[in-house]
């Protein structure tokens, strides 16, 4: 049996597997069933202890491209799902060549747009779920990627604090150019606005997404989100000698957007009007999580990583107060890790641990602690918010890892449902069926 | 419905790589062009440019009699249709193949009847209220070009759209897009990799190599009257055997040396149709013998008979047998082989065996007719359809 198995190192070497079996026929203990989009291609997962791994059986030439592309985004900072290898020349057992086979990490606490609209709210979910999207198109194009299949099921979607975070999982029809025209966005778009809404409408068709959700205005709003945001950030801005407060205006917004500038153009035309221009490649996306990593080591999401730092500063403050003196800013992140993050997550038995991403753990009991803070009229103890959280609200959130049988109501979530149980890896199958059962 | 012509168009990138140079020619209202060519030969660069997708450095594009240059792809009203393509499984095949013109805001009245007029065309009409599982994978392909056709463009722009499917299905398909281009009369510009496509579907071939047209032709001009050794060594399945030779007097005619001790007989017929060949006596110059062009050595002339030809390997295919014979042929190693062959390690064995001094025909035989491995062969060769090309330039000598 031939195979060419190229593997990124760190991850298993998945030679235990039958390459020499087409993927749709593989009966083998390491696959389990998860909930995916809608795919022209045979998927399957696999899992290796505590690790899941996607297969993705497809022509040879668009393995390799996605290999590549994959591999590429990532480099360049767009959120990507993590392609660990790729399977070519496989021959069956006659000597007949297979299709290839990419394979890709399985996103931990991501979940497809068809789960997300069983488990939460729809219209509480519409803008969270297109500002995700536009982002994402929009860090796409920034670095000169044409994706030619941007949709609800190429993308998966991650807690980010109060927002959605969206990461791109399927590059196969994808170029990737010095920088893209205004047409090769525009057709971008303009499919992925299609796509969006026909895979809503196919929700719809399913009867989980309400009928008062309207897919074609989401498409819609998907176009009025992006060039609104592609326009901040790429726009020429023109102004007068006595008006240079526009250029420090205008590099805040696209700070507060998320994005760091690594340098300007500016030139001087006829008359004293100054023209500002921004290359898209000088546009650096994940300012606030690359600030949080700097500062802590922690890895977030854009809007958790906001509400992080903030509360970095905060302490600090507090710090600076209590102690009468200003410490340097390293000094505060460590102790703000070692005196609130750390003790907080803590608190978090490893039953439930797989419900909440540990950053967003943090992000929602410094909501909590706010809010009752709040109510009570003086501040409460960060620990003793994080005691009650963990107590009363994170039993009763839903399984990030996990569907119930209520959410098996989707034909394509149901096949999911009794290996997925055990996938979270710190439950048992009898412990997941008792919780289910009792929801 | 329209035409679409390229003239005189150049894509230059920012770094100054050329993509395409000088493209010039004409897909005709309701002509079905194939625009095909290895890796890299600028097919699908051509192709976007239609679209919208890729700026045109310089030279005029149009669909019908508008200048497209600088419309977005919106605005152009052509239909792309890709590789890729989603069937919504909780939707009916109506549904699916008419959701875009709802965001379009057409009519629901409109809808319906443009889905109609579509499946009936695509013979899908009896599974309209059907979902796409209940389809076989045929159908629910045609469902997918239903998409495209219920916007009834002016022209289909298609990119590769059968290279995802498995072999069979790619296969029926082909007859199904070429059979549905017909009824449809929309101008069609579809780009393949595959020569095989190229040649079964259109009504005409543009042929490419690193973004220079080498050939628009019906399949079978290009297949009989190529016009260079790029065109001759690409088109063809398998591919036509390409050898070094030189011409010298035979007779009252001429003859080719083809290898060492090896001079066969050309027929007047080849080089009426290559009547250049006739100036080049004493020269050296590439030859093409297709693989079917040969014969039982007592169907031709004593003197067009390569003898002594050891077999190297049978494919038995069933309706017919291909035969690698050794030669000692000198092959043609040039950047025109490079691009015909498209496959890095093949062209490698071809330099190998250009140094060894020999390389392996193809013949074709039917199945009872071939022999054996290991068995030794003398072959026929129809002279009078032999191609004829210059060793440098690799033009034909027409």
New interface residues.
């Given amino acids: 049996m031939r195979l060419q198995l190229t593997a990124r190192t760190g991850h298993p070497d998945f030679l235990d597997l039958p390459w020499d079996v087409p993927l749709a026929a593989w009966d083998h203990p390491r696959i389990v069933e998860t909930p995916l989009g ?4 045979v998927v399957r997962t696999v899992r290796y202890e505590d690790r899941l791994y996607h297969l993705k059986e ?2 040879r030439r ?1 393995a390799l491209r996605e290999w590549s592309f994959l591999r590429h985004l990532r480099e360049e900072g767009v959120p990507v799902v993590e392609v660990v290898g790729v399977a070519t020349l496989r021959d069956d057992a006659d000597g007949d060549r297979l299709d290839a086979c990419l394979i890709t990490r399985h996103l931990e606490f991501s979940v497809p747009y068809r789960l997300l609209f069983l488990r939460r709210e729809h219209q509480a979910l519409r803008d969270p779920l297109i500002d995700a999207l536009a982002q994402l198109l929009v860090r796409v194009h920034l670095t000169g990627f ?1 994706w ?2 941007c ?1 609800l ?1 190429n993308t998966l979607f991650r807690r980010d604090a109060g927002s959605l975070a969206a990461y791109l999982v399927d590059t ?2 994808g170029e990737l150019h ?2 893209l ?4 966005r ?2 971008d778009l ?1 499919l992925a ?3 969006a ?3 809503l ?3 719809q ?2 009867g989980v997404l309400d009928d008062a959700f309207d897919p ?1 205005a989401f ?1 819609v709003d998907l176009r009025d989100r992006y060039d609104r945001l592609w326009a901040e950030l790429t726009h020429d801005e023109v102004f007068g000698p006595d008006e240079q407060h526009r250029i420090h205006d205008r590099l805040r917004r696209i700070n507060e957007i998320g994005f760091d500038v690594e340098e300007l153009e500016l030139s001087r035309g006829d008359g004293d009007r100054t023209r500002l221009h921004l290359r898209t490649s000088v546009l650096e996306p994940g300012r606030y999580q690359r600030l949080l990593r700097e500062l802590t080591g922690l890895e977030a999401q854009d809007h958790q990583a906001r509400v992080l730092l903030n509360d970095v500063r905060n302490f600090g403050a507090w710090l600076t107060r209590t102690e009468g003196t200003s410490l340097p800013e390293a000094l505060v992140a460590r102790r703000w890790l070692e005196r609130s993050f750390e003790p907080v997550l803590a608190l978090v038995p490893s039953g439930l641990r797989g419900r909440r991403e540990p950053t967003q753990v943090f992000v929602e009991v410094l909501g909590l602690w706010q809010r009752w803070s709040a109510e009570q009229g003086s501040d409460l103890d960060l620990l003793e918010a994080a005691r009650r959280y963990v107590d009363e609200v994170l039993p009763r959130a839903e399984e990030e890892q996990l569907v119930t049988e209520d959410e098996a109501g989707d ?2 979530v149901a096949g999911w449902v009794p290996d997925a149980l055990a996938t979270t890896g710190a439950l048992d199958r009898a412990e997941v069926a008792r919780r289910v059962r009792e929801g | 419905m329209a035409e679409i012509v390229f003239d005189g168009v150049n894509k230059i ?3 100054g790589t050329q993509a395409i140079f000088d493209l010039s020619f004409e897909v005709a209202d309701k002509e079905f062009v194939i625009l095909v060519g290895p890796s890299g030969c600028g097919k699908s660069t051509a192709l976007r440019m239609v ?5 045109i450095s310089s030279g005029r594009l149009l669909i019908g009699d508008r200048v497209v240059n600088d419309l ?3 605005e152009r009203d052509i239909a ?1 249709v ?11 095949v109506a ?1 699916n193949m008419g ?2 013109l ?2 379009a805001k057409v009519s629901k009245e409109e809808i319906d009847r443009r889905v109609r007029d579509a499946a009936e065309m695509l013979g899908l009409t009896e599974y309209l209220h059907r979902k796409p599982k209940a389809l076989s994978g045929g159908q629910r392909q045609r469902v997918a070009m239903g998409r495209a056709i219920v916007r009834s463009p002016q022209a289909y722009l298609m990119d590769e759209p059968l ?2 499917l498995d072999a069979k299905l790619r296969v029926a398909m082909r007859g199904e897009i070429a059979a549905l281009q017909d009824r449809l009369e929309v101008t069609t510009l579809y780009v393949t990799h595959d020569q095989v496509e190229a040649m079964t579907m259109g009504d005409r071939v543009a042929v490419m190599k690193l973004g220079v047209l080498q050939q628009v032709a019906s399949p079978t001009d290009l297949y009989e009257r190529p016009h260079n050794l790029f065109v001759a060594g690409f088109i063809g399945s398998p591919a036509m055997n390409l050898a070094e030779a030189e011409v010298v007097r035979h007779g009252d005619g001429i003859g080719i040396t083809i290898q060492d001790g090896m001079t066969l007989a050309v027929d007047p017929a080849a080089t009426d149709r290559y009547p250049k060949v006739r100036d080049r006596v004493g020269q050296r110059v590439a030859v093409g013998i297709r693989p079917e062009h040969f014969a039982a050595p007592s169907e031709v002339a004593d003197d067009r008979v390569m003898r002594g030809l050891p077999v190297a390997l049978v494919e038995a295919l069933g309706s017919e047998s291909l035969v690698h014979v050794d030669t000692r042929t000198r092959p043609i190693v040039s950047e025109d082989m490079r691009a015909a062959i498209d496959d890095e390690d093949a062209f490698e064995e071809l330099k190998r065996q250009a140094a060894a001094g020999g390389q392996p025909f193809v013949v074709r035989y039917e199945p009872s007719r071939a022999p054996r491995h290991g068995e030794t062969v003398d072959v026929g060769v129809r002279t009078e359809r032999i191609h004829f090309f210059d060793a440098q330039s690799g033009l034909a000598l027409r």
């Avoid at chain 1, 025209?181 to 090769?184: A, D, I, V």
């Avoid at chain 2, 679209?51 to 700026?55: I, P, S, T």
């Fill in positions: 809608i795919h022209r291609h497809l022509p668009y044409f030619g299949d949709s099921s196969e029809t010095g920088e025209t205004s047409g090769q525009g057709a303009e606005a299609e796509r809404a026909g895979e409408l196919d929700l068709a399913a074609v498409g034909e394509d | 990138y920012p770094d679209a919208g997708l890729e700026e977005s792809p919106k792309m890709f590789q890729s393509y989603a069937l919504y499984p909780h939707m009916s549904d959701f875009a709802k965001l290279s995802n």
